[in-house]
């Protein structure tokens, strides 16, 4: 692994590519405002009674959904956050047909606000949210304005998101096509994870050709990639260009 001192290191890198594939986390986030899990500033920093991945799993929302919309509003959602730079050069990327997919662990939605058209969210995303009887669909609003009931008008079943909590399997569907856009990419950029969290902490493993880390902080898996440079995601892209 080499790291790249220089911002025009990086740009050269993305100028001579042209199937570049990102794959990002959390922290591509935490510069619109909404915290990270892992970082200094992280939810798992927080104290609460029990930990973070406690009440964001499948059976705390299963037994007590009131109580896991508590947290999860006070926590997860931030409905009023926009995008950074990072989302918006990552769109421009696909605009000039240089970038093939946005694949992220992110759940806010906001590479699509961004203008993003191909992203690949593995663990779901809170603007989508489902009866888990009939099926019908939610908005975030509309969910959020069941609260406190949080049942389905249509069959008064509950109404969950559709995010991928702990206990619960990934879209299969999605992590199949977030497989094939790295082995068809040239450039796999990996950015704001801590590269934790399986199995998107292992997708890299797919990449047939260059790979660029872009973190903020080092993480357990830097020496497996061709690049990295450390930085504060949103800052580093407002200086790159198309
Ligand atoms: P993580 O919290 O485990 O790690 C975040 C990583 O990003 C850390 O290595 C941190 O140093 C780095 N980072 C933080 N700010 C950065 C910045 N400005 N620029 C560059 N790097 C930065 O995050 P993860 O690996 O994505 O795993 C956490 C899980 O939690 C994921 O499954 C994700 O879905 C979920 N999550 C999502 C959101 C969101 O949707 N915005 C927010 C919190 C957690």
Same mark, same amino acid.
């Given at each position: ?5 220089n911002i025009?290191d %990086? +740009?050269?890198l993305? #100028? ?5 594939v990102?794959? /990002?986390?959390?922290?591509v986030?935490?510069?619109s ?5 892992r ?9 609460f009674?029990?930990?973070a991945?406690h ?10 959904p ?7 509003? =006070? ?5 009023d956050?926009?995008?950074?730079q990072?989302h918006?050069?990552?769109s ?6 240089k ?11 906001l590479?699509?606000?961004?203008g ?5 969210e593995?663990h779901g ?6 009866? %888990? ?14 609260y406190?009931?949080?049942r389905c008008?249509?069959c008064g079943g509950?109404i969950?998101?559709?995010? %991928?909590?702990y206990?619960?399997?990934l879209?299969? #569907?999605v992590? +199949?096509?977030? %497989? ?13 994870? =801590? ?8 997708l890299?493993t797919?990449a047939?050709?260059?790979?660029l ?6 993480? =357990?898996?830097d020496?497996y ?5 450390? /930085? ?9 260009t198309?």
């Amino acid at each position: 692994m080499r790291t790249l001192r220089n911002i025009s290191d %990086v +740009q050269k890198l993305i #100028d001579s590519h042209d199937a570049i594939v990102f794959l /990002g986390g959390a922290g591509v986030s935490t510069e619109s405002g909404i915290p990270d899990f892992r970082g200094s500033d992280g939810i798992n920093n927080k104290e609460f009674p029990y930990p973070a991945e406690h009440y964001l799993s499948h059976n705390f929302f299963m037994n007590r959904p009131k109580a896991f919309f508590e947290f999860y509003q =006070s926590e997860i959602l931030h409905p009023d956050a926009e995008p950074n730079q990072c989302h918006s050069y990552l769109s421009e990327l696909e605009n000039a047909n240089k970038l093939n997919a946005v694949i992220t662990q992110n759940i806010d939605g906001l590479h699509q606000k961004a203008g993003s058209k191909n992203v690949l969210e593995l663990h779901g995303s809170v603007h989508d949210n489902y009866c %888990v009887r009939c099926g019908k669909a939610f908005s975030l609003k509309e969910y959020i304005d069941s609260y406190p009931e949080l049942r389905c008008d249509a069959c008064g079943g509950l109404i969950k998101p559709d995010v %991928v909590l702990y206990g619960e399997m990934l879209p299969q #569907d999605v992590l +199949q096509k977030a %497989v094939e856009a790295i082995e068809h990419s040239d450039l796999l950029i990996v950015g704001g994870t =801590s590269l934790n969290v399986a199995p998107a902490s292992e997708l890299y493993t797919f990449a047939s050709g260059k790979t660029l880390l872009m973190n903020k902080t080092k993480t =357990s898996k830097d020496i497996y990639f061709d690049f990295a440079y450390y /930085g504060k995601i949103a800052e580093t892209c407002d200086e790159l260009t198309i």
